[in-house]
């Protein structure tokens, strides 16, 4: 997320906080560099000028000159004003509203309506305890409603049938009476995308919006698509009066100018950010932590919430307890897999830690394989518990049983056993307070290739 953006952000501060003081010419430097950063990360031209004028009489000011630690404050400053770009304080979603209440859900063909409206359900479902209905309201593009209809039966989410040869607007009136019936608390709308604004799809919507009386009215935008996706967001703002924004594919987005010329450009909050396929990628926008992401300081909040998400605490308790003493098994290393599979994987952990750029471009350098853990944890669900416990006891005949019930072969076995003795030994140093710092030892990190 927003790589780019974070490698160069990062370049320039560091040196600017390795400096044991910055005089006006330096300051000046680096705002200069800062701002093709943000150019090249394609943020709006008027949003990179807005942005530079409000920090420099800040950066060049005789408090940050005489500071005895002028970088550290600089990046404060670079830091302020990023959240303020982003939008200052984050912005929930607003279901303050006698039941049955409407989310209109509207943006472009293409944008990941459908997938985002299942998302949103479920988010909402879990942390706002409510009952949802789902409707689709696209009767043009082929199989929509029958999408919507498998992706809310696969979530065990509530989606009103499918009548056909139904107008949007008779199909808005059904979901309101059904939903009045079946007592949901709210009902999201999957509107029909177009492959460009036309008046005649403005139209429509706004009809829609007239009988569904929604108390967000929301724009899936593809962050992908950079300044068109700004574009799109003022164009339907201006139609039918947004309330809120939700960018996807935000974890393919390596520029990062969507998200931040979004709020200054539109002043519609960013509510939300779809940041992968699975029904659970889809995050709160929060400006400070993307701030934070963004200069390389990672999210140890979201990483904690991620974790949390599917901790099992007797199951944490007693792997804390095995690190304390020393010992780590196959067990232990099971259960660490499939902690790292929800949270996105090696890259999705890396992504929130702070001070890991050299880690992240160490793996990126050696080409470890992600699909590795999925063979790993093939291979450990193939062992007996006495293996997993003491895998020293895995003979040529145990390897042989292993790998016909992981369906990998030998190697891939001894690559792992080999990783694992590995991991033993660095989780002892780590019960000793001897871990590693900054780096993965060479040998583990050719074990993960």
């Given at each position: 997320m927003f790589e780019n953006l974070t490698n160069k952000l990062e370049g320039i501060l560091s040196k600017l906080k390795k400096a044991p003081s910055l005089n006006e010419t330096q300051v000046e430097t680096g705002l200069k560099e800062i701002r093709e950063a943000l150019l090249a990360a394609d943020v709006s031209l008027a949003v990179v000028k807005k942005f530079i004028e409000d920090i420099k009489p800040k950066a060049i000011g005789q408090e940050i000159i005489r500071s005895t630690s002028p970088g550290q404050m600089l990046v404060k400053i670079v830091y302020d004003q990023l959240v303020q770009v982003l939008g200052g304080k984050g912005e929930e979603l607003n279901l303050k509203a006698v039941p049955p209440a409407s989310i209109l859900l509207v943006g472009l063909q293409g944008s990941g309506k459908t997938t985002t409206a299942?998302?949103?359900?479920?988010?909402?479902?879990?942390?706002?305890?409510?009952?949802?209905?789902?409707?689709?309201?696209?009767?043009?593009?082929?199989?929509?409603?029958?999408?919507?209809?498998?992706?809310?039966?696969?979530?065990?989410?509530?989606?009103?049938?499918?009548?056909?040869?139904?107008?949007?607007?008779?199909?808005?009136?059904?979901?309101?009476?059904?939903?009045?019936?079946?007592?949901?608390?709210?009902?999201?709308?999957?509107?029909?995308?177009?492959?460009?604004?036309?008046?005649?799809?403005?139209?429509?919507?706004?009809?829609?919006?007239?009988?569904?009386?929604?108390?967000?009215?929301?724009?899936?935008?593809?962050?992908?698509?950079?300044?068109?996706?700004?574009?799109?967001?003022?164009?339907?703002?201006?139609?039918?009066?947004?309330?809120?924004?939700?960018?996807?594919?935000?974890?393919?987005?390596?520029?990062?100018?969507?998200?931040?010329?979004?709020?200054?450009?539109?002043?519609?909050?960013?509510?939300?950010?779809?940041?992968?396929?699975?029904?659970?990628?889809?995050?709160?926008?929060?400006?400070?932590?993307?701030?934070?992401?963004?200069?390389?300081?990672?999210?140890?909040?979201?990483?904690?919430?991620?974790?949390?998400?599917?901790?099992?605490?007797?199951?944490?308790?007693?792997?804390?307890?095995?690190?304390?003493?020393?010992?780590?098994?196959?067990?232990?290393?099971?259960?660490?897999?499939?902690?790292?599979?929800?949270?996105?994987?090696?890259?999705?952990?890396?992504?929130?830690?702070?001070?890991?750029?050299?880690?992240k471009e160490q793996m990126q350098n050696a080409n470890v394989d992600e699909k590795l853990l999925t063979a790993n944890e093939a291979i450990i669900l193939s062992m007996t518990k006495k293996e997993r416990q003491n895998p020293d006891i895995i003979s040529g005949s145990r390897r042989k049983r292993i790998c016909l019930g992981s369906g990998t072969d030998p190697q891939t076995i001894n690559r792992l056993l080999k990783q694992f003795k590995m991991m033993s030994k660095m989780m002892k140093k780590m019960s000793k307070g001897k871990a590693p710092k900054g780096q993965i030892p060479d040998e583990l990190l050719n074990n993960l290739k």
């Amino acid at each position: 997320m927003f790589e780019n953006l974070t490698n160069k952000l990062e370049g320039i501060l560091s040196k600017l906080k390795k400096a044991p003081s910055l005089n006006e010419t330096q300051v000046e430097t680096g705002l200069k560099e800062i701002r093709e950063a943000l150019l090249a990360a394609d943020v709006s031209l008027a949003v990179v000028k807005k942005f530079i004028e409000d920090i420099k009489p800040k950066a060049i000011g005789q408090e940050i000159i005489r500071s005895t630690s002028p970088g550290q404050m600089l990046v404060k400053i670079v830091y302020d004003q990023l959240v303020q770009v982003l939008g200052g304080k984050g912005e929930e979603l607003n279901l303050k509203a006698v039941p049955p209440a409407s989310i209109l859900l509207v943006g472009l063909q293409g944008s990941g309506k459908t997938t985002t409206a299942v998302k949103l359900a479920k988010n909402i479902e879990k942390n706002y305890k409510k009952k949802i209905l789902l409707a689709s309201l696209d009767v043009y593009r082929p199989a929509a409603q029958e999408q919507l209809k498998i992706l809310c039966e696969k979530n065990n989410l509530n989606v009103l049938p499918i009548i056909k040869d139904q107008y949007p607007i008779d199909i808005t009136k059904r979901a309101k009476n059904a939903a009045s019936l079946s007592g949901a608390d709210i009902i999201i709308y999957d509107t029909a995308g177009r492959t460009q604004i036309d008046l005649n799809m403005m139209t429509e919507i706004k009809n829609i919006k007239a009988e569904a009386l929604p108390i967000e009215t929301i724009l899936v935008a593809d962050s992908l698509t950079g300044q068109i996706a700004v574009k799109l967001a003022s164009e339907f703002d201006k139609a039918i009066d947004l309330t809120s924004i939700i960018l996807t594919r935000v974890d393919g987005d390596g520029r990062g100018g969507a998200a931040l010329s979004m709020k200054q450009t539109t002043g519609k909050p960013i509510k939300f950010i779809g940041v992968g396929e699975n029904i659970n990628d889809f995050e709160t926008f929060h400006p400070d932590r993307l701030a934070n992401r963004i200069l390389g300081m990672g999210d140890i909040v979201s990483l904690v919430e991620k974790a949390s998400q599917d901790l099992d605490e007797e199951k944490m308790k007693a792997a804390e307890e095995n690190l304390k003493k020393g010992t780590f098994t196959f067990d232990d290393y099971l259960m660490q897999i499939r902690q790292m599979k929800k949270m996105g994987g090696m890259e999705g952990v890396l992504s929130l830690l702070p001070g890991v750029g050299k880690v992240k471009e160490q793996m990126q350098n050696a080409n470890v394989d992600e699909k590795l853990l999925t063979a790993n944890e093939a291979i450990i669900l193939s062992m007996t518990k006495k293996e997993r416990q003491n895998p020293d006891i895995i003979s040529g005949s145990r390897r042989k049983r292993i790998c016909l019930g992981s369906g990998t072969d030998p190697q891939t076995i001894n690559r792992l056993l080999k990783q694992f003795k590995m991991m033993s030994k660095m989780m002892k140093k780590m019960s000793k307070g001897k871990a590693p710092k900054g780096q993965i030892p060479d040998e583990l990190l050719n074990n993960l290739k």
